[in-house]
């Protein structure tokens, strides 16, 4: 049988012109970046030549690039680093209750230290409660993470909205000396390839990338920071990456974010443009052929590869086993905890019973998705689930 991967926002496969640029720095090209003869000094190159192609991309200052070993490392360094950079500041930060857990995990150990965290709710399409924000906001907040878009429910955040809100609670402030808080991070790691990117337009201090998303490598990331934000490292070592991150540069993972980054850029429009028109056919079919099924998340703004439902009567993790026997690969949500015996904290979230989050879907569409997939699986699933209802 075909596979039928339908789950991309988990990760996807390395397109072929990511792996040639990214081939000669496995095998031949090897040396330290560090190093000052040749070989080194080649590394070196490549590197900034990568730096110089991400900060293009996002309409900033290569200097403002650091390379990271994973989206998670990126919010960790954005959590972290903040915190301990600011605290003298204060030590309240505001973060939503679907951020990833990259974040969550975050903010709670931070919690533990004595820091003070608001968790925005959002309504019940996945929104941030704008209201709530700006009550939230105070002279001692110094960080405030949303997404931008869901990684379960591809629910897209007003980011541009929600920084005009910022900043204008810091033009408000009487800061003496003048400082930049509280600073605005979003992780975007589910956007890239999806939503623009350029910092001007988004009205962010921070932005995580990774490239498992875009076609690129696992296992590398970076984060945007502007020139004027602060950050205490939380990897020590060497002092690479402007000694915000230290380790030897893994240049081939570097070469290969940057150039699948570019691509994904350059068939951005149309891409997205098709997978919204299947996005929309799935959903439309799926309600329709199901009984007591729906859609989570917002209707429109919501990523264009998005198909997150809740199925009453069933249990999601046992459809996904199932729906793997007919070579159909899709989740209940995200793959970071597909081993967590909790219910996911974004469906809670936006209100969902406990039984409807158990029963829990989610399909990503990619690059390789036709309609017949899409047919296909509309084919197997109602099958499935109606002698699961039997049983």
């Given at each position: ?166 900043i204008n609670f810091k033009n ?43 076609y690129g490598p696992k296992g ?172």
């Open positions: 049988m075909k596979e039928i991967y339908l789950d991309y926002a988990a990760t996807t496969y390395i397109d072929k012109k990511v792996f040639k640029k990214m081939l000669p720095y496995l095998t031949n090209i090897f040396g330290n970046p560090s190093s000052l003869y040749s070989l080194g000094r080649k590394t070196k190159s490549a590197i900034e030549s990568a730096r110089n192609d991400v900060a293009k991309i996002l309409n900033v200052n290569s200097q403002e690039i650091i390379f990271t070993g994973s989206g998670t490392e990126s919010d960790n360094l954005a959590i972290f680093g903040i915190a301990k950079a600011y605290q003298k500041n204060g030590k309240h930060i505001i973060v939503s209750r679907i951020e990833h857990k990259a974040i969550l995990e975050a903010v709670k150990k931070l919690e533990k230290e004595g820091f003070k965290i608001t968790y925005l709710n959002v309504d019940s399409k996945g929104i941030v409660k704008i209201s709530e924000l700006k009550k939230a906001l105070r002279p001692d907040t110094i960080l405030v993470s949303i997404m931008y878009a869901n990684n379960e429910i591809g629910t897209i955040q007003p980011i541009s909205e929600i920084s005009k809100i910022i408000r402030q009487i800061q003496i000396p003048k400082i930049q808080i509280p600073i605005f991070h979003t992780d975007a790691c589910q956007a890239i390839g999806a939503l623009p990117l350029k910092i001007n337009e988004l009205g962010v201090d921070l932005l995580t990338l990774n490239g498992s998303k875009i590398i990331g970076c984060l945007y920071k502007a020139k004027e934000i602060k950050l205490e490292p939380i990897i020590i070592g060497g002092g690479q990456e402007n000694n915000l991150r230290a380790g030897t540069e893994n240049v081939a993972l570097i070469v290969g974010l940057a150039e699948a980054l570019k691509l994904s850029e350059k068939f951005k429009k149309r891409e997205s443009q098709r997978l919204r028109n299947l996005r929309n056919y799935f959903i439309k079919n799926i309600l329709k052929s199901i009984p007591n099924c729906q859609l989570n998340g917002h209707s429109e703004k919501r990523l264009p590869n998005n198909i997150n439902i809740s199925i009453s009567n069933v249990e999601g993790k046992a459809l996904v086993l199932m729906l793997d026997k007919f070579n159909i690969f899709t989740s209940t949500g995200s793959a970071c905890a597909s081993y967590d015996l909790n219910l996911s904290h974004v469906l809670l979230a936006i209100g969902l019973s406990s039984e409807l989050a158990r029963g829990n879907l989610r399909f990503t569409l990619g690059r390789k998705t036709t309609r017949g997939d899409i047919n296909y699986v509309l084919k197997i699933l109602p099958k499935i689930i109606k002698k699961i209802r039997q049983v």
